[in-house]
């Protein structure tokens, strides 16, 4: 079951309430218990806390073009942006301050899991069939907090696309999976920062060039080498434990991306 009663209740009533009464909601957390994680306080530029590495995971795809949302606990001008973009996509108050009407959002977007609606652990755990995040060079509860990262930023993605439905081929691989499937050696993959991924409304370019606003740091796509039937999206830029340097890698030249004109 995705909420409890209680939670509808809740999400309701702070929807119901006008902004000077919403503020005495804040102060209540038992009003608005979710099953996955509860907000006890609005969030603005300067608070810091696991409160607000819990936020940043949930907007991380509304990072803007070229950007990142660190997953740092630190309320800056990115998590800011990050939670003004995800308001006005939700048709919200726009302010960047998180509150009880975003708040109310994100507990309707999320299961007691704390995946979005639209994903699922067992859907990004699929390289060669599922083998539990276990396998790859991170712990499995690791790689397992990478894999949601992930889904949020699909879950953007997805509602920027039009809210409609995105298909995952590859997800989370592990070692032996990479090595029987080509993988690079030190793929994304491995990590549970990546996703594969087609749409049966958008085209591979749409979906390409979608996902270059929301917090993707490695996208390839058709043009790019084995990519002319799927969009490879992945963190590599928030990856601190791969081989790799921290950089910005997207390679879709059939639409437009790459090459110097990202």
Not at 39 to 64: E, F, K, M
Not at 178 to 198: E, F, K
Not at 218 to 235: A, E, F
């Amino acid at each position: 079951m995705r909420v409890n009663t209680l939670k509808r209740v809740a999400v309701a009533f702070a929807l119901a309430l006008p902004g000077a009464a919403i503020a005495t909601v804040v102060a209540a957390p038992a009003a608005h218990a979710d099953g996955c994680y509860t907000w006890n306080r609005n969030l603005y530029q300067g608070r810091s806390g696991d409160d607000v590495r819990q936020l940043q995971i949930r907007v991380a795809g509304w990072a803007g073009n070229r950007d990142i949302v660190e997953n740092d606990g630190r309320y800056g001008p990115k998590t800011a942006a990050a939670v003004k973009r995800f308001q006005q996509a939700y048709g919200l108050r726009a302010d960047g301050v998180a509150g009880p009407q975003t708040y109310a959002k994100l507990y309707q977007l999320q299961d007691n899991d704390c995946t979005p609606a639209h994903f699922s652990y067992n859907e990004l755990d699929n390289g060669c069939g599922g083998s539990g995040y276990s396998g790859g060079p991170l712990s499995a509860a690791q790689t397992r907090q990478n894999a949601l990262r992930t889904m949020w930023k699909l879950e953007a993605l997805r509602k920027s696309l039009g809210d409609k439905p995105l298909d995952v081929s590859s997800g989370f691989r592990s070692r032996a999976c990479n090595n029987q499937v080509g993988g690079a050696s030190d793929s994304q993959h491995l990590y549970g920062n990546a996703a594969d991924i087609t749409s049966r409304s958008s085209s591979l370019c749409q979906v390409a060039r979608g996902a270059r606003n929301n917090g993707f740091s490695g996208i390839y796509g058709p043009g790019y080498p084995d990519h002319d039937d799927h969009v490879h999206v992945d963190s590599r830029r928030e990856n601190n434990s791969d081989n790799s340097s921290n950089t910005t890698s997207w390679s879709a030249p059939d639409c437009g991306i790459g090459a110097g004109n990202d």
